[in-house]
């Protein structure tokens, strides 16, 4: 199988890449869970998020955001000491902030229209050739973010949101030589029909 180069040679980057990176998700909590985890991968690489994954839902409590919204900072004190988790005060803050957005918004239901609104509700389907032709961002990754921060979201610039609407499948940013491409495409007319 010739995946796209990003996933290396590690088994679990690998699984991430054939099972979930790309596939739509319409969920607004996995949403939620999914941006959040984009803005700890800030400045790191993904492979670094996705084997703690399990420990930021652990110390997140599965990243519910009625629970998370509730934090002080004694929370996020002992959310610092975890070593399952990127350890960076910034980030951890901003879980409890953008729980707190994610509410007022209206939850659920609202966030994922929020996102799923600036494709108008279908994932944009690519045709990439290389590696070299998927860009950092895009006008609706900075329209996204634009909205989240007016919102009171936090670590959700552009970029990071271009890398949450790739995983999510909002965009289908698998290399055309890549078999997962055609996979994910067909996943994503079902959405566009």
């Not at 991968?41 to 009625?66: A, H, M, N, Y």
């Not at 729980?99 to 609104?117: E, I, K, S």
């Not at 271009?162 to 055609?182: E, R, S």
């Amino acid at each position: 199988m010739e995946r796209c180069s990003w996933a290396g040679t590690d088994p679990l980057y690998h699984a991430y890449h054939d099972t979930e990176w790309g596939r739509p998700v319409t969920d607004g909590r996995a949403l939620f869970e999914m941006l959040l985890l984009e803005g700890f991968q800030s400045g790191l690489s993904w492979i670094t998020i996705l084997r703690k994954r399990d420990g930021f839902r652990r110390v997140f409590k599965g990243f519910d955001p009625v629970v998370l919204a509730g934090w002080g900072p004694s929370d996020i004190d002992a959310a610092l000491t975890d070593p399952g988790i990127v350890r960076h005060r910034g980030k951890v803050t901003a879980v409890v902030t953008n729980a707190r957005a994610y509410l007022a918004l209206g939850g659920d239901a609202a966030f994922a229209r929020l996102v799923w609104g600036h494709v108008g509700g279908r994932p944009l389907a690519h045709a990439r050739a290389s590696l070299s032709d998927v860009p950092g961002k895009t006008p609706q990754s900075a329209a996204i973010a634009r909205e989240l921060k007016q919102n009171g979201f936090a670590f959700c610039g552009p970029t990071t949101v271009y890398a949450f609407m790739q995983a999510a499948g909002l965009v289908n940013d698998h290399v055309v030589t890549c078999p997962c491409h055609a996979e994910v495409a067909a996943l994503q007319a079902g959405l566009r029909s």
